[in-house]
């Protein structure tokens, strides 16, 4: 599952049976985004610059999947 505008600080964050990959924005008072992942899902988190608020995971069962949330705020 993915979400944006999680407006999560950093803190601890947990639920039980999931991973949590999280990009807070720490500068701001809204935004961020997580990822959530079922225990039993092999997985890695693929890097990003920094400037980008984004999460990538590669999810890794039978086949491959890639999957990304990207925040996108345009003025």
Excluded: H, W
């Excluded at 701001?28 to 980008?52: F, M, V, W």
């Excluded at 608020?53 to 949330?69: D, G, K, R």
């Amino acid at each position: 599952m993915c979400l944006q505008e999680t407006f999560l600080k950093p803190e601890k964050f947990t639920l039980t049976r999931y991973s949590v990959v999280r990009k807070d924005r720490i500068d701001k008072r809204k935004g961020g985004l997580i990822t959530i992942i079922k225990d039993s899902l092999n997985y890695t988190e693929i890097a990003s610059s920094n400037n980008t608020e984004c999460i990538t995971v590669n999810l890794e069962p039978t086949i491959a999947i890639l999957l990304s949330v990207i925040y996108i705020f345009v003025v």
